[in-house]
């Protein structure tokens, strides 16, 4: 996000704030308010909202704190200025025991991974339902690239094409995934990590194709709550278990931050059978932790 776009996301999350004046009526923060609140000029908070400010980092610890971010607050407000909060370079690491536990006591399958679609960890109900055999999870790991949802999506390797349908099924997926990620991602375009994972796709040709057909596509209106965007169900076409239907939730931000995303594939009823099956199958609820790449 270049500095024009910061500003415009300054300005947003000031005016979203109110303040009582002196007669005791509530206000909307003004340029100067926020200026008093973060110790800087009013011409200083005036050009930061214009977008003319070079040396942005300097002022972030003086915004964040006016605006009286948390730590996941603060991670998200400097990665969208293109930076990387210096307290917060792995966000999931501290919530790691809570996220273990979350990942073992339910029998369903579940995916961790960060905003930009890095896996951070999945359960063995997840490792079945896509096939991940020990060879498949060597090759997640390997490359500059590492476990990324795109690259699966992609890579011939995991065979994601047979375990949704067909080609045309994973063509209308794919599609939707990329409106999703565009969707998700918009605010850290300007990071490394981004650049590096488009960079890094492009040597695939159909990604090169979609991609530029998704930024055509009609803007994505189904959303959870907390409004992230969601999918209405999704479709695996399992080679031994056969069709499985699940609904995927998406866990609210508040347990883990808003930089670590947590899926949960909640299976439909009418295909409770097919899914038992596949539970069956599973002895042991196994855990799998990648090393997630830091957005910077």
Do not use: C
């Amino acid at each position: 996000m270049g500095n024009r776009e910061f500003g415009l996301f300054i300005n947003a999350l000031r005016r979203q704030r109110t303040f009582f004046d002196e007669q005791g009526v509530l206000r909307q923060w003004t340029q100067t308010e926020l200026a008093r609140r973060a110790n800087l000029s009013t011409r200083q908070v005036s050009k930061i909202e214009q977008g003319d400010v070079i040396d942005l980092r300097r002022l972030l610890d003086s915004l964040a704190d006016a605006f009286q971010l948390n730590e996941s607050e603060k991670a998200e407000f400097y990665t969208i200025a293109g930076f990387v909060y210096p307290n917060t370079q792995k966000p999931h690491t501290h919530n790691r025991a809570a996220l273990e536990l979350f990942l073992r006591q339910f029998p369903y399958p579940m995916t961790a991974r960060s905003i930009l679609g890095d896996y951070v960890a999945f359960n063995s109900y997840n490792q079945t339902l896509y096939g991940y055999t020990p060879e498949k999870l060597h090759h997640l790991n390997e490359g500059e690239l590492g476990p990324n949802l795109l690259r699966v999506l992609f890579d011939p390797e995991f065979d994601y094409m047979t375990y949704i349908g067909g080609e045309s099924k994973w063509r209308r997926d794919v599609r939707l995934s990329l409106q999703f990620f565009r969707a998700r991602t918009f605010r850290y375009i300007a990071t490394a990590r981004y650049r590096q994972i488009i960079q890094a796709m492009k040597h695939f040709a159909a990604f090169d194709r979609l991609w530029d057909l998704s930024s055509n596509d009609p803007q994505i209106e189904l959303s959870n709550p907390d409004g992230t965007p969601t999918r209405p169900f999704t479709s695996i076409h399992h080679p031994e278990f056969g069709l499985l239907e699940f609904m995927p939730l998406r866990v609210p931000p508040r347990h883990f931050g808003p930089l670590l995303e947590l899926i949960v594939l909640v299976p439909i009823a009418v295909r409770e059978e097919n899914y038992q099956r596949l539970r069956a199958s599973i002895q042991q609820n196994k855990l799998y932790f990648f090393d997630e790449r830091p957005v910077e």
